[in-house]
């Protein structure tokens, strides 16, 4: 199993990143692909949850309205788009592979990761 997030980078407030994880090994046929971010000194953060039946979910209540998730089934790729970025969601967000199909009622398990790719939000 690998997940390879991409597309961070350092940004501005108020501006707009997309962010990208390709799964390989697993399916979203069976398994659901969540997103997952850690700031520095701070526990991780499950922010959404994507099924292969287009059911997507947002759990963290300061980024709502704001990020938004959409899915690549044939390329079994999810998408974060964070807009409105700001400061405080510096951080290293990571995807990973979920324990299900469908999407839980909390997202803090999972059962594989990738690398994660680094997002800075300068004021």
């Known amino acids: 199993v690998q997940l390879q997030a991409s597309g961070g980078g350092p940004v501005q407030a108020g501006e707009s990143l997309k962010l990208s994880c390709a799964a390989s090994g697993f399916t979203m046929d069976d398994y659901a692909i969540g997103w997952f971010r850690r700031a520095p000194g701070k526990a991780p953060e499950g922010i959404s949850c994507s099924s292969g039946s287009g059911d997507s979910t947002l759990y963290l209540d300061s980024v709502k309205g704001r990020f938004t998730t959409s899915t690549d089934k044939a390329k079994n790729t999810v998408y974060l788009q964070m807009d409105n970025l700001k400061p405080e969601d510096t951080a290293l967000y990571y995807c990973?592979?979920?324990?299900?199909?469908?999407?839980?009622?909390?997202?803090?398990?999972?059962?594989?990761w990738g690398q994660g790719t680094l997002v800075t939000v300068s004021s």
């Open positions: 990973a592979q979920l324990p299900k199909y469908g999407c839980p009622e909390s997202l803090y398990e999972y059962l594989s």
